[in-house]
Structures are given as C-alpha cells and as structure tokens.
C-alpha cells in the first residue's frame, strides 16, 4: 500500500476553479492506477476520475467531464484534479486511490483500490 495526502481543498463560487494535490509516499507510486471519488453528505462515495501508470490515459464521470483534468507527475509522487466551471453540485470530500490495475472498468471501482487518502473538503457556493 502507498500512503495518500490530499490538499487543495477549500471554499469556492460556482463558476470558479481548484486544483487537488494528493502525495503518494513510497516508491511504488509509478505502478499504481490513481483515481478520485467523491462523497457528498448521506450518499455514496462516487467515481470522478482516474488515470493509469504512465499518464497516458485518463477516465472521467459523466458528470465532470469537459470541466476536470486528472493528471500525476511520477517524478513527483503526485496526482493532481484539477476542477473548472465549479458547480453547488461538485461540494463533496474528494478522496485520492492507488491501485496497480490496468483495466479501465477497475479504475472506476471503489472497490479496485486498497490506499485511499483522508480526504480534502470542496465546497461551492452558489
């Protein structure tokens, strides 16, 4: 397992941008899936976003797609989401995953990853 450290959370407009950070600490990060989800308060936690090892490819929800990139920087140990055209809707703790998958419908699976990060609130006000 890696551990994740989120940040980059906070208070924004609708309209407006932010950009996540999560840390991986060990020297396994290059061979992780990573992905963020969501949990809005009393729902599930959600898919948003993933990416594979090497950064090539990248899925996304329906419902953040065209306003999110996911993106990492290996040299780095990080992953990044960054978030555009912010809607009331997006307010959610945002949870970084590792997981050394390759498959796409795995990538999209909570239950695919084992490390997860604390979580880092986003709030959008309207």
């Known amino acids: 397992q890696v551990q994740l450290v989120e940040s980059g959370g906070g208070l924004a407009q609708a309209g407006g941008s932010l950009q996540l950070s999560c840390v991986a600490s060990?020297?396994?990060?290059?061979?992780?899936?990573m992905a963020w989800f969501r949990q809005a308060p009393g729902k599930e936690r959600d898919f948003v976003a993933a990416?594979?090892?090497?950064?090539?490819?990248?899925y996304y929800a329906d419902s953040v797609k065209g306003r999110s990139t996911i993106s990492r920087d290996n040299a780095k140990n990080t992953v990044y989401l960054q978030m555009n055209s912010l809607k009331p809707e997006d307010t959610a703790v945002y949870y970084c995953?590792?997981?050394?998958?390759?498959?796409?419908?795995?990538?999209?699976?909570?239950?695919?990853?084992?490390?997860w990060g604390q979580g880092t609130q986003v709030t959008v006000s309207s």
């Open positions: 995953a590792a997981a050394p998958v390759t498959t796409s419908w795995l990538m999209k699976r909570e239950s695919s990853f084992s490390s």
């Open positions: 060990g020297r396994t990060f290059s061979s992780n899936a």
């Open positions: 990416i594979t090892q090497s950064g090539s490819t990248t």
